[in-house]
């Protein structure tokens, strides 16, 4: 099978080739085409010095570009690819090496902060003796919150196996979140919440002063947001025990870049050439309104649906636009945000090269002047509490390759986390490169020994 073979989504509803048997005449020449480009784009980077890195096997690159090409049809024809109906159990035959487990529905006690859904329509559902202490993972799989699965068999499945494969860990949980074209913001963090309480009563019980085990957080991607999310959102309600640590793999943690304040202002993510993702701005920002919970509107395009509307709708619209940069510009969503850094102090490296390093003072941090201009359940973001952005946050450690299209965001998180708690360890840029992959892996290794000490 190609693609998942699901209805159209509604927020796909308008795009040229979202219908059958469009989207499948268009992805099967997009497939053509891109297998008939293989070698074009082997004889064009024979030479090294016209690679886009020159450490670079022609394999790698004939990958990029081939992924990136595919990619394409997500934006025109609404294709998704690995995904699964998070309320459906596996099939008994499916797995070979997991075991599936319904988790239940978050507790009324524990249901506090983000997890409060502002509109009123994401329900919450079921999301699925050792010698020494178990150290438990709970990862959160890759995909912009719209492909991909918790599956065995899906791409970023990888990961947990490969954690598995060396004994560094007890038991993984892979969540399968519901995504955004199932439910909106703040149904992911539900799910996330729910699985970590799951985990919680297994091994605790009701007894959070005891340690019975170390819990770490595992993501890839958009599912690194969501662990940055569910320990965020652990820190502020405090009706959970914090988890041991954080293990991210290229977090993506701005979103608000899909959102400039005006269209000639938008600055492109770095390393278009050498990131196998597309990153074309409206379809992004599509994407991002939908799993925010704001529908598309025709007459605009993507990233320039804020624009004044007329009559009776753009009193509509400026008002959603009001609503939805808020909430882009959430800790919960966009943790690494200027904004949202610029808001705590922190020094934010720009998309153009350039660098805000004079922070403006931290005027909603004090308990003294707080005062939300909101109630928290409808846009958590600064809690009094707290005086930095990532206080009483778990010791992390971050993964990034520096041909990815995530570097500025992802460097400026792991500087802002290092400077509030100091217990951030990020593997410097280039681990993607497959010569340096199992130094990679070998470092991962050794940050977890910690974890296993008694």
Not at 387 to 415: C, M, S, W, Y
């Amino acid at each position: 099978m190609l693609y998942d073979k699901t209805p159209q989504y509604p927020h796909f509803a308008h795009l040229p080739f979202a219908k059958e048997p469009f989207k499948a005449i268009y992805v099967f020449q997009r497939i053509i085409t891109t297998v008939l480009l293989v070698p074009i784009w082997i004889l064009v980077n024979l030479p090294r010095s016209r690679r886009p890195r020159q450490s670079w096997s022609l394999r790698q690159i004939i990958f990029v570009n081939f992924t990136r090409r595919i990619y394409r049809v997500t934006e025109v024809a609404g294709v998704t690819w690995g995904t699964r109906n998070p309320e459906e159990e596996p099939g008994p035959k499916e797995l070979k090496e997991t075991v599936f487990e319904w988790a239940p529905p978050l507790k009324e006690s524990l249901r506090k902060g983000v997890v409060l859904d502002r509109f009123g329509r994401v329900p919450f559902k079921r999301a699925g003796c050792f010698k020494q202490i178990p150290v438990i993972g709970i990862f959160f799989h890759g995909g912009g919150y719209s492909q991909l699965s918790a599956h065995e068999k899906s791409r970023t499945s990888h990961i947990p196996r490969r954690l598995m494969k060396n004994n560094l860990f007890t038991e993984i949980y892979a969540v399968e979140y519901r995504l955004l074209q199932h439910a909106p913001l703040p149904a992911v963090i539900m799910d996330a919440a729910a699985a970590y309480s799951h985990v919680v009563d297994k091994y605790y019980g009701s007894n959070f002063a005891s340690k019975p085990c170390k819990i770490i957080l595992l993501g890839d991607s958009s599912g690194g947001n969501l662990a940055l999310a569910l320990a965020r959102w652990i820190r502020d309600e405090q009706v959970l025990p914090t988890p041991d640590g954080l293990l991210l793999f290229s977090p993506s943690c701005d979103a608000s870049h899909a959102f400039p304040s005006t269209d000639s202002s938008y600055i492109p993510r770095p390393h278009a050439s050498t990131d196998y993702l597309t990153d074309t701005p409206e379809p992004r920002a599509l994407m991002q309104r939908t799993f925010l919970g704001f529908k598309y509107r025709p007459g605009g395009t993507g990233w320039g649906q804020w624009k004044r509307g007329r009559s009776r709708e753009g009193r509509e619209i400026e008002e959603e636009t009001r609503s939805l940069m808020e909430i882009i510009h959430s800790e919960y969503v966009s943790p690494a945000s200027p904004r949202v850094l610029r808001r705590w102090g922190h020094i934010v490296d720009l998309y153009d090269g350039s660098r805000l390093g004079d922070p403006t003072p931290k005027a909603d941090s004090s308990p003294d002047t707080f005062t939300p201009r909101n109630p928290a359940h409808s846009y958590p973001s600064r809690y009094p509490q707290f005086h930095t952005l990532f206080a009483q946050f778990p010791k992390t450690f971050i993964l990034i390759g520096d041909a990815e299209r995530l570097t500025t965001e992802v460097g400026n998180l792991a500087r802002a986390m290092g400077k509030d708690f100091h217990d951030v360890f990020m593997i410097p840029p280039g681990w993607w490169d497959e010569r340096i992959k199992s130094e990679v892996w070998e470092d991962v290794k050794v940050w977890m020994r910690g974890f296993h000490e008694q």
